[in-house]
């Protein structure tokens, strides 16, 4: 199911204090963090959980990390600026220490141009052929331990999902207008009252839920992977992330919620309408999956250099834009007929990627090169996954489009053989079924998605 128009509705003004300079691809960013103290309580968990649970969740200082991106054709990107982390609270570096960390830019890394090729075969295929880049990509640097380490697991269980409200402050001194507004906090276009706001169940912006469930055996002391999911339009959030092969996989599962029908990652799902799209390169999907992120990280034991997001439908778009918006807080991601918009905010560097499309798709189409009869999408503001598959060929330094197979239990899996093995690339094209589809006859590619986050090594 594509993304259906969002429809703005009338809110309550809520502002709190949250401004700073833009991010730039390429450019020190130094962003501060500022989403501030989680307190919601929540309500009954989702998948059987009964009563509320109270939580108070921490401020911590985000850390802070300059996104020197890989851009261009044999491009050398600048160092990271250090941002300083704000709220109070101690900067989400290994051990929980205070401060901000930065971000170093990659060395002369050469991007890669034209079309890839498609499908699978054990030869190599698309247009040109090359082996992965000599040039250093630096990935975001998160390694270690978060600060919610040793803490008492308050507001989850390893039996179901609970579900908790998270306030998401709202940006002064800057709009998504001008595209100046920091990726912590909601412009005042997306906040109550703005021409984007979107309201459903007492919830908008500024205050959303999403839901946890903790592995089995949880221990406070033994840092875990998270996997952020998300599905399709029309379901009643928020999901519960399962769906791709996480499961008892010995990750933290976030289920994530959207407001109205869809996720507000962007296109007209985003903005309400077609001429407001442009707002969306400030829109609000990133300030909530860094607020679900610290909140997560604060008051659990998270590994860092291990966090993922992934989603079929609309959750797979929500997938692909946080993999370029959050690159430098995420690890990698996977999608399911999901794609690339237009207006997003900057891309913060490369990303491991593994991607599932349907060549039947006519909802979310895989669109331009692959599929040049396939004309732009104003409503869903994007070419197609196409799209965003070249993006990360180029923002992860591969060279040359070559592919070769990527597992032989997954045949319709091709790999770029040119990427750094730090950020592969894997594109599924499946050439039966259609929309939000993952299986192919008797194969189901959601069984190949954690076992590729999980083997994804730690970036340099």
């Not at 946080?322 to 900057?346: M, N, T, Y």
């Not at 965003?388 to 597992?407: K, Q």
Request: net charge negative.
């Amino acid at each position: 199911m594509n993304y259906l128009r969002a429809i703005p509705w009338a809110a309550l003004v809520v502002a709190v204090a949250c401004s700073s300079a833009p991010s730039t691809v390429g450019g020190s960013s130094g962003m501060s963090a500022s989403a501030g103290a989680s307190s919601g309580s929540s309500g009954p968990g989702n998948g059987g959980a009964s009563g509320s649970v109270s939580t108070t969740g921490s401020s911590s200082g985000d850390t802070s990390v300059g996104s020197g991106t890989s851009v261009g054709s044999g491009e050398a990107s600048g160092a990271g600026g250090t941002g300083p982390t704000s709220g109070g609270g101690s900067g989400a570096s290994p051990g929980g220490g205070t401060g901000s960390t930065s971000g170093v830019g990659s060395a002369g890394a050469t991007a890669a141009s034209g079309a890839g090729g498609t499908g699978a075969g054990s030869g190599a295929s698309g247009a040109s052929s090359g082996t992965a880049s000599s040039g250093a990509i630096a990935g975001n640097g998160r390694h270690g331990m978060s600060p919610g380490c040793g803490l008492a697991p308050a507001g989850a269980t390893s039996n179901n999902f609970t579900n908790h409200k998270l306030p998401i402050p709202e940006c002064t001194g800057c709009t998504a207008t001008a595209g100046n507004c920091t990726r912590d906090c909601i412009a005042p276009e997306f906040a109550p009252g703005g021409e984007s706001d979107q309201e459903a169940g007492g919830e908008n912006f500024t205050n959303r839920d999403f839901s946890i469930e903790l592995p089995n055996d949880y221990s406070t002391t033994t840092p875990y992977p998270v996997f952020m999911g998300g599905g399709g339009c029309g379901g009643g959030p928020p999901q519960n992330g399962n769906g791709y092969g996480i499961n008892e996989t010995g990750a933290i599962q976030i289920g994530l919620g959207y407001l109205v029908r869809c996720f507000a990652d962007g296109g007209s799902a985003c903005s309400g309408q077609q001429k407001l799209e442009p707002l969306c390169v400030n829109g609000p999907e990133i300030p909530y999956v860094r607020a679900v992120l610290k909140w997560v990280e604060s008051n659990f034991c998270v590994d860092l250099s291990k966090e993922f997001i992934g989603g079929g439908s609309s959750g797979g778009w929500e997938a692909m834009t946080a993999g370029c918006g959050d690159a430098d807080q995420l690890r990698g991601f996977i999608s399911v007929s999901g794609g690339k918009r237009e207006h997003q905010w900057p891309c913060m560097g490369p990303m491991a990627a593994l991607m599932v499309v349907n060549g039947l798709d006519t909802a979310n189409p895989i669109g331009q090169p692959d599929q040049p009869n396939v004309a732009f999408n104003t409503d869903l503001d994007s070419y197609g996954s196409a799209h965003e598959r070249l993006d990360l060929l180029s923002r992860n330094g591969c060279v040359g489009t070559a592919t070769t197979m990527y597992d032989p239990a997954y045949p319709d899996c091709a790999k770029y053989t040119g990427c750094p093995a730090d950020f592969p690339v894997i594109w599924c094209d499946i050439p039966m079924g259609g929309h939000d589809n993952t299986r192919d006859g008797n194969t189901d590619y959601t069984n190949a998605m954690w076992p590729f986050l999980s083997s994804l090594p730690s970036e340099p």
